[in-house]
T-cell receptor, first 117, second 111 residues
Framework: DSGVTQTPKHLITATGQRVTLRCSPR?????VYWYQQSLDQGLQFLIQ???????AKGNILERFSAQQFPDLHSELNLSSLELGDSALYFC????????????????FGSGTRLTVV | GQNIDQPTEMTATEGAIVQINCTYQ??????LFWYQQHAGEAPTFLSY????GLEEKGRFSSFLSRSKGYSYLLLKELQMKDSASYLC????????????FGTGTQLKVEL
């Protein structure tokens, strides 16, 4: 157990629907990062939050949004789902806004496997 | 932009040594990570280099040359369980100092 909790582990939904993925960071970590990993693709950075505020944005579609709550858990909302959104969605956390002196970098959750049918 | 290149696949024999290379072109480079990822699982931390040189940790070593934009991961005494994808990730400064990942090198260890 890495200490980063993601729910649900698996999600199957239909095109056009909306889903919410949840992430609880490791205790003491203030930064949360969301990544998408499609089949045979690398980890694509979506968005980062630090202590409740958006810190960096990557290749996140307008149909996707995220937020980090006061208790530091984060949610990734995916709407108007398309078949191509099927992927593993990973959340990671770190204690620093960057990785600076945090030599262990990010700690990843076990991911949510989203299947859009 | 950010560009990280690593071989797609490699095959090696149990007990042997394998070197996985990674080249990167990033702005605001601030260090390089290697992660191991088994299929369908979360990436797990292997190593971190911020200064030039070799970092050794058991059977795994990682090397960085900032001037050449080059890193490698060296795996010794390969075991079957080392069959996995190895991800090179560059830390880029600015904003949240995010990690940008390469597409990974799928290593297959054979008998």
């Amino acid at each position: 157990d890495s200490g980063v909790t993601q729910t649900p582990k698996h999600l199957i939904t239909a095109t056009g629907q909306r889903v919410t993925l949840r992430c609880s960071p490791r205790s003491g970590d203030l930064s949360v990062y969301w990544y998408q990993q499609s089949l045979d693709q690398g980890l694509q950075f979506l968005i980062q939050y630090y202590n409740g505020e958006e810190r960096a944005k990557g290749n996140i579609l307008e149909r996707f949004s995220a937020q980090q709550f006061p208790d530091l858990h984060s949610e990734l909302n995916l709407s108007s789902l398309e078949l191509g959104d099927s992927a593993l969605y990973f959340c990671a956390s770190s204690s620093h806004p960057g990785t600076g002196g945090a030599a262990k970098g990010y700690t990843f959750g076990s991911g949510t496997r989203l299947t859009v049918v | 932009g950010q560009n990280i290149d690593q071989p797609t696949e490699m095959t090696a024999t149990e007990g042997a040594i394998v070197q996985i290379n990674c080249t990167y072109q990033t702005s605001g480079f601030n260090g390089l990570f290697w992660y191991q990822q088994h299929a369908g699982e979360a990436p797990t931390f292997l190593s971190y280099n911020v200064l030039d040189g070799l970092e050794e940790k058991g059977r795994f070593s990682s090397f960085l040359s900032r001037s050449k934009g080059y890193s490698y991961l060296l795996l010794k005494e390969l075991q079957m369980k080392d069959s996995a994808s190895y991800l090179c990730a560059a830390v880029t400064a600015g904003g949240g100092n995010k990690l940008t990942f390469g597409t990974g090198t799928q290593l297959k260890v054979e008998l």
